[in-house]
């Protein structure tokens, strides 16, 4: 069971590095998608045995959510867009690929006074939990497209959603689900948002919109 635990984690932090250096978004959308499976299936691993009803009932949502739903909203957006890859983003891919690393880095860092226990959970599960979130906050902020922005932030909230089976496994199911309703509700409304940006100026760069104006 740990070797199998060891083994997603390492899947994991891989998966982070594969979506700060690739431009393709269809394969960053896939990469999203395997990320909201494994994510449950750690969290399931780490808490098997002890685990409250309504978590298993929230881990299934996620999957289908998260798995499913969303990215297939993402990849209608994307098809409908005609836009496939990111070719200029604010930061390069092999600037962001050194930027991840040092990122892991203050992950383990931060997640050591935050261990109390110092179980496997907290060991591994934690710092790649916070190394999840600040690759999807280095990706809403070093990328251009909108659609790009988008999968960082829903990277970003995988982070926090893992932190938060991590370290709160008897969290309230209502605020479980309120969390993954917010998630789905701006999703939908950013989805649509890129959609008209890209019929209207025939790009979703977020760059050039700073410079709209009255005419």
């Known amino acids: 069971m740990n070797t199998l635990f060891s083994f997603l984690?390492?899947?994991?932090?891989?998966?982070?590095?594969r979506l700060l250096s690739s431009s393709r978004l269809i394969p960053c959308i896939r990469i999203l998608v395997a990320q909201a499976v494994i994510l449950?299936?750690?969290?399931f691993i780490a808490h098997h045995g002890h685990m409250a009803l309504h978590l298993y009932i929230m881990l299934s949502v996620n999957i289908v959510l998260k798995a499913v739903i969303l990215p297939w909203m993402l990849t209608r957006v994307v098809q409908k867009a005609m836009i496939s890859r990111e070719l200029d983003p604010f930061v390069g891919y092999t600037p962001s690929l050194i930027i991840g690393a040092m990122l892991l880095g203050i992950s383990v860092l931060i997640s050591q006074p935050l261990s109390l226990s110092h179980t496997l959970v907290e060991d591994f599960f934690l710092p790649v939990s916070l190394f999840t979130l600040f690759t999807g906050l280095f990706l809403i902020i070093a990328r251009k497209k909108a659609i790009t922005q988008v999968l960082g932030y829903m990277v970003m909230e995988n982070g926090i959603?893992?932190?938060?089976?991590?370290?709160?496994?008897?969290?309230?199911?209502?605020?479980?689900?309120?969390?993954?309703l917010d998630?789905?509700?701006?999703v939908l409304i950013m989805g649509i948002a890129i959609f008209h940006i890209s019929r209207e100026f025939h790009h979703i760069d977020t760059d050039k919109l700073s410079v709209l104006r009255d005419i």
């Open 183 to 186: 998630i789905f509700v701006a």
């Open 9 to 17: 984690v390492i899947v994991l932090i891989l998966l982070n590095f």
């Open 161 to 180: 959603y893992t932190f938060g089976v991590a370290m709160a496994i008897n969290e309230p199911f209502i605020v479980e689900l309120s969390v993954l």
């Open 40 to 43: 449950p299936g750690v969290a």
